[in-house]
T-cell receptor
Framework: DAGVIQSPRHEVTEMGQEVTLRCKPI?????LFWYRQTMMRGLELLIY????????DSGMPEDRFSAKMPNASFSTLKIQPSEPRDSAVYFCASSLASGGNIQYFGAGTRLSVL | AQSVTQLGSHVSVSEGALVLLRCNYSSSVPPYLFWYVQYPNQGLQLLLK??????LVKGINGFEAEFKKSETSFHLTKPSAHMSDAAEYFCAVSLPRGGYQKVTFGTGTKLQVIP
């Protein structure tokens, strides 16, 4: 299995630009999570999908952030417009409903907003 | 709501010494507990998991953790540290059932191994 695949691995953009992060979960997994990791705030859950439906988006910081999961094999996290304080590592993770809540993480996307 | 507290954001040990990383949990019901490890520039990966079976859980790379209900603790140990153990370690907790599978992570402990 290829694991959770995230792209791009690194993204450098200028303030005000739109940023789209992509995630391919492990085949057969029905839950998907987006996290943000910073030195100051640690690992934060942004949004959780179950069977492609957003279940909990209470961690999405503001309306500039949006996430979609159009099918079971793909999800995006979009920031529009981006701000320097959005600079962080963004992780996607997936899990299986019968898998005892074990989450499998991608390698992350390191976002730098200048 | 469940939560975990990791004591010590940084821990240093000598190579070959005992590794002890501390985690205390709070949960209204007996929870699932996890330890994850994050190597530099990588995502988190599962070290071990407690699911209300044996209280002593063995994981990968020689790590183990013991669930102690009376102390609400789930400390991670390894008898002899290796240089390759240098990483950040996260304790995590979730409710022990299906449905919403939210896992709450601790703030992490960075382990430094001194040669």
């Amino acid at each position: 299995d290829a694991g959770v695949i995230q792209s791009p691995r690194h993204e450098v953009t200028e303030m005000g630009q739109e940023v789209t992060l992509r995630c391919k979960p492990i085949s057969g997994h029905n839950s998907l999570f987006w996290y943000r990791q910073t030195m100051m705030r640690g690992l934060e859950l942004l949004i959780y999908f179950n069977n492609n439906v957003p279940i909990d988006d209470s961690g999405m910081p503001e309306d500039r952030f949006s996430a979609k999961m159009p099918n079971a094999s793909f999800s995006t996290l979009k920031i529009q417009p981006s701000e320097p304080r959005d600079s962080a590592v963004y992780f996607c993770a997936s899990s299986l409903a019968s898998g005892g809540n074990i989450q499998y993480f991608g390698a992350g996307t390191r976002l730098s907003v200048l | 709501a469940q939560s975990v507290t990791q004591l010590g954001s940084h821990v240093s040990v000598s190579e070959g010494a005992l590794v002890l990383l501390r985690c205390n949990y709070s949960s209204s019901v007996p929870p699932y507990l996890f330890w994850y490890v994050q190597y530099p520039n990588q995502g988190l990966q599962l070290l071990l998991k407690y699911t209300s079976a044996a209280t002593l859980v063995k994981g990968i790379n020689g790590f183990e953790a013991e669930f102690k209900k009376s102390e609400t603790s789930f400390h991670l140990t390894k008898p002899s540290a290796h240089m390759s153990d240098a990483a950040e370690y996260f304790c995590a907790v979730s409710l022990p059932r299906g449905g919403y599978q939210k896992v709450t992570f601790g703030t992490g402990t960075k382990l430094q191994v001194i040669p």
